[in-house]
């Protein structure tokens, strides 16, 4: 399996502008998770989702942001407008139910995002 | 409000030596405990994990600690060694399973030759 795909993987955008970052989870999984690393605040939860349907996105930072997960293969994370402060790297992840139970998570490379 | 902490942004550790990486919380419901390791340019990647009904999980050079008293756990490698230079991240969950994680800031382990 290639894992969870991620594109851009560096993205450089000037403050105001429309970012649309995106995901492939890995088939099968039930699971996808939209991150943000930061220096300070270390990985954050952003949104999940399970079967396509967002279940919790009380992490989204405000509405600029916003995510849609139209099929079991793909998701996008858009932040609109943008400012420096998103700056960051944005992680997705995905993870699979074995038992009932969740197992672990895996992540994408992340895209770097850079807004000047 | 940081509910997973991890206070040192970085160790540097001598090849062959114990690193020891160290992470609290906050929450008393927090139930289950992983550690995660990232690489530069790459995802974090599930390293070991604890559920609070233990107080000791080990998986070779690895071995995780829980002290649910203190609120606190940490990671041991022995030995160190150059290929566990990265970024760990301590995260913990209310049930195992749970699928929302909390995460620490992270740790920058160097293991130095």
């Known amino acids: 399996d290639a894992g969870v795909i991620q594109s851009p993987r560096h993205e450089v955008t000037e403050m105001g502008q429309e970012v649309t970052l995106r995901c492939k989870p890995i088939s099968g999984h039930d699971y996808l998770f939209w991150y943000r690393q930061t220096m300070m605040r270390g990985l954050e939860l952003l949104i999940y989702f399970n079967n396509n349907v967002p279940i919790d996105d009380s992490g989204m930072p405000e509405d600029r942001f916003s995510a849609k997960m139209p099929n079991a293969s793909f998701s996008t994370l858009k932040i609109q407008p943008s400012e420096p402060r998103d700056s960051a790297v944005y992680f997705c992840?995905?993870?699979?139910?074995?038992?009932?139970?969740?197992?672990?998570?895996?992540f994408g490379p992340g895209t770097r995002l850079l807004v000047l | 409000d940081q509910q997973v902490k991890q206070n040192s942004p970085s160790l540097s550790v001598q090849e062959g030596r114990i690193s020891i990486l160290n992470c609290d919380y906050t929450?008393?419901?927090?139930?289950?405990f992983l550690w995660y390791k990232k690489y530069p340019a790459e995802g974090p990647t599930f390293l070991i994990s604890i559920s609070s009904i233990k107080d000791k999980n080990e998986d070779g050079r690895f071995t995780v600690f829980l002290n649910k008293s203190a609120k606190h756990l940490s990671l041991h490698i022995v030995p160190s060694q150059p290929g566990d230079s990265a970024v760990y991240f301590c995260?913990?969950?209310?049930?195992?399973?749970?699928?929302?994680?909390?995460f620490g800031q992270g740790t920058r382990l160097t293991i130095n030759p």
């Open positions: 995260a913990a969950s209310q049930i195992q399973g749970a699928q929302k994680l909390v």
């Open positions: 992840a995905s993870s699979p139910i074995l038992g009932g139970i969740q197992e672990t998570q895996y």
């Open positions: 929450n008393s419901m927090f139930d289950y």
